[in-house]
């Protein structure tokens, strides 16, 4: 069945580095990749999504690439933010599912002054 | 209110008690979703509503009766819960589930404690 993988944090980066949070999928068919971001106390927000081979997803600084031959989705930002801290979850939606999102497990950034 | 919110935000129960979570969206939509996350485990879905009928049930423990009683609001009651069963239990909605994707909506999830 289709899941989701990405890398284990938890991840703690000072202020101004650069982030890269590895995800990678197993699909039957062609889905639609998303990262979700959950503040501490919240749900979970839509960050960007990619829908189709070769497309980038971006927002807030951040940058996704919806790569097909390497099934992977990683997430990179060039300077990351102490407001940053969260954690990121990579998630698929495949159409051959229902449309059911598959999330990974999380990766919990902690960005320092 | 906007968006989607849930009640209670905690809850600690006893594995003999019966408690409902609940769950209101006020963004039009038609489809609503129960999941429950665990720490360092993935999301998992739970049940799925669209326009109020159950289409999905992620092979759920019977201990966990969802409702949906019009397209605003969703219910997970519960009874006789184990302690495993402890997690934050979100809930989301969309404008509808099924081939057509259609992004979820989060509500800031309830933290459950059986002891």
């Known amino acids: 069945g289709d899941s989701v993988t990405q890398m284990e944090g938890p991840v703690t980066l000072s202020e101004e580095a650069c982030l890269t949070i590895n995800c990678t999928y197993t699909a039957t068919g062609y889905p639609s990749l998303f990262w979700y971001v959950q503040y501490p106390g919240e749900g979970l927000q839509l960050l960007l999504k990619?829908?189709?081979?070769?497309d980038k997803g971006s927002n807030k600084g951040f940058e996704a690439t919806y790569r097909k031959e390497t099934t992977s989705f990683h997430l990179e930002k060039g300077s990351v933010q102490v407001s940053d801290s969260a954690v990121y979850f990579c998630?698929?939606?495949?159409?051959?599912?229902?449309?059911?999102?598959?999330f990974g497990a999380g990766t919990r950034l902690t960005v320092k002054p | 209110e906007t968006g989607v919110t849930q009640t209670p935000r905690h809850l600690v129960m006893g594995m003999t008690n019966k408690k409902s979570l609940k769950c209101e969206q006020h963004l039009g939509h038609n489809a609503m979703y129960w999941y429950k996350q665990s720490a360092k485990k993935p999301l998992e879905l739970m049940f799925v509503y669209n326009f109020k009928e159950q289409t999905e049930n992620n092979s759920v423990p019977s201990r966990f009766s969802p409702e949906c009683p019009n397209s605003s609001h969703l219910f997970l009651h519960l009874h006789t819960l184990q302690p495993e069963d402890s997690a934050l239990y979100l809930c989301?909605?969309?404008?509808?589930?099924?081939?057509?994707?259609?992004?979820?909506?989060f509500g800031p999830g309830t933290r459950l404690t059986v002891l």
């Open positions: 989301a909605s969309s404008l509808a589930s099924g081939p057509s994707y259609n992004e979820q909506f």
């Open positions: 998630a698929l939606s495949d159409r051959d599912n229902n449309n059911d999102m598959r």
């Open positions: 990619a829908t189709k081979a070769d």
